[in-house]
C-alpha cells in the first residue's frame, strides 16, 4: 500500500524492487481518494510502483495487491516482501 504523508522520501527496497518512498511514515492528515491497482493473471503488484507512486504524492492511498499464485517473476520472496504482502492484506 502506497499513501500520501507529509514526511520525506527516503527510498525503501522490497525484493529487487526499489521505491521513491519513505517506509512506514505517518499518513497525511486530511481526506484520500482510494485507487486499487489490480495486476491480474501472471504479474506482481510490485511491478506497478511507478504508477502508484506519483498517485500517492498527489494524494491517492493506492494498494495493489498480491494475487497468491500470479506472479509472473520469481515466487522466491524475501522477509520484506512476505511483511509487505501481510501488511495489504491487513487493510
Do not use: K, W
Amino acid at each position: 500500500m502506497q499513501y500520501p504523508t507529509a514526511g520525506p522520501s527516503a527510498g525503501t527496497t522490497i525484493g529487487p524492487y526499489f521505491f521513491d518512498a519513505a517506509s512506514d511514515a505517518a499518513p497525511a492528515v486530511g481526506r484520500v481518494l482510494l485507487c486499487v491497482i489490480s495486476h491480474g493473471g501472471g504479474g506482481s503488484h510490485l511491478l506497478y510502483r511507478s504508477i502508484g507512486t506519483p498517485l500517492a504524492a498527489s494524494g491517492y492511498v493506492v494498494v495493489s495487491p498480491e494475487h497468491p499464485g500470479a506472479r509472473a517473476v520469481s515466487r522466491h520472496h524475501d522477509q520484506r516482501s512476505n511483511v509487505a504482502l501481510h501488511q495489504t492484506r491487513r487493510f
